[in-house]
């Protein structure tokens, strides 16, 4: 499979496909709809995309926290292809972006069945349990100086 991890505009036609794919991934299965995510928001944010064989296989979202920190939200791969470093490759060209933008940290709320993937990264759990969504989940967070490639 051919995985191309790319920026992508808010408002674009990739962006659309994006929230279409967080629906289906993160918040139908809650019973929630992305219809009532305040997405208008998102329009100062880093968005990144994973493309596998011409389709949205996987997105996720950067978020400025101060001039160091970014937040790295809405985190989704496609049930289709999950297992298939998708998640991983987009991660990486999430930092490396955050690098070039001079961040030195992301931060991020894992869901606590995805903490196990984001400790594989580096990512370091901060506090205690919590629950967002209606789910548990953890504060993680990753310094990335003595990251740059």
């Not at 709809?33 to 596998?52: F, K, L, M």
């Not at 926290?65 to 496609?78: E, G, N, P, T, Y």
Request: aromatic share 6%; no cysteine.
């Amino acid at each position: 499979m051919n995985v191309i991890v790319e920026r992508v505009e808010w408002g674009s036609p990739e962006y659309e496909q994006g929230l279409e794919l967080r629906d289906r991934v993160l918040r139908k299965p809650l019973g929630l709809s992305i219809q009532n995510d305040p997405t208008h928001v998102e329009n100062v944010d880093i968005h990144i995309r994973a493309v596998a064989d011409g389709h949205t296989a996987g997105v996720l979202l950067l978020r400025k926290l101060d001039d160091s920190r970014l937040q790295m939200k809405q985190v989704a791969v496609d049930a289709a292809v999950q297992g298939q470093s998708i998640g991983r490759k987009m991660v990486e060209f999430a930092e490396q972006t955050a690098l070039e933008l001079g961040f030195t940290a992301i931060l991020l709320h894992a869901r606590l069945t995805a903490v196990p993937f984001y400790e594989k990264l580096g990512y370091v759990k901060e506090g205690d349990l919590f629950t967002e969504v209606g789910i548990p989940h953890f504060h993680m967070i990753k310094d990335l100086r003595g990251q740059e490639k």
